[in-house]
């Protein structure tokens, strides 16, 4: 039987990290495992991946002071360490839209990919600073990634975002509905139901965000979303393999 492994199972260390981020060169890093949820059947979709540092006060800055070829030795820093997790299970692991922008590097180690990894985008409203050419240049590497059997999902979208990727013609593999857009449409399901329904002209999967009880899980079921994330469901690490 597969053990339950502790915190400390999945402790790993960063090598290359430029020390003025802010936190010391070698950064120890705990990952936590957020369930997603299928909102008809309770089950257990995947995980979202997101790492916690050591010694650092501020892990949001860390990574956003990051050039892209740091995040992408982060990002398969994370591959190496779900491989010992089960294959039953997606896991989502963020990206921004700049560093699929540097294709060359990212190119490097598409051979890597286990067959359960999902890249999350995870800063959508960029691109809105993005010119025309860099417009095309991202979708056609969303493309290319997708066409090499890796899904690619946008996060915390809303209905003006989901609208703007619409009328760019994107289509991805699935969107997750950012949980502030959920919590002020809670109150008009109908309007959320259509916000819904706007996100699967762009993708075969809805997931709503900032499910904190039983009352909001009832309102995004009945939206017509696939899956839910958020507090009602604690971040845990999956057994292991």
Known sequence: MAKNPSIQDSIFNY???????????????TLKFEPIVNLSSGQTFGYEVLTQLHHCTNTELFFGKL?????LAHFFQQL????????NRW?????P????????????????YPPNVIIEIQDPETF???????????FEKVQHIEANGIPVWLDDVDASLIAT????????????????????????PHKLHQIVLMGY??????????????????????????LGQGYLWPARLPDRK
């Open 91 to 95: 896991y989502f692991l963020n990206l």
């Open 201 to 226: 002209n762009i993708a075969p999967a809805v997931l709503i965000e900032g499910i904190e009880n039983h009352q909001q899980k009832d309102i995004a079921f009945h939206s017509g979303a696939d």
């Open 15 to 29: 090598t290359d990290f430029p020390a003025k981020t802010g936190c010391l060169l070698h950064q120890e890093f």
């Open 165 to 188: 990727f619409a009328a760019a013609n994107w289509r991805l593999s699935g969107i997750k509905l950012d949980k502030n857009a959920f919590w002020a449409l809670s109150a008009s």
């Open 80 to 87: 190496t360490a779900i491989a010992q997790y089960p294959r």
């Open 97 to 112: 839209m700049n560093t699929l922008l540097h294709w060359d590097l990212f190119h490097l180690g598409m051979a890597h």
């Open 67 to 71: 050039p892209p070829e740091h995040l």
């Open 128 to 138: 809105y600073a993005l010119n025309l050419p860099q417009r095309s240049k991202l």
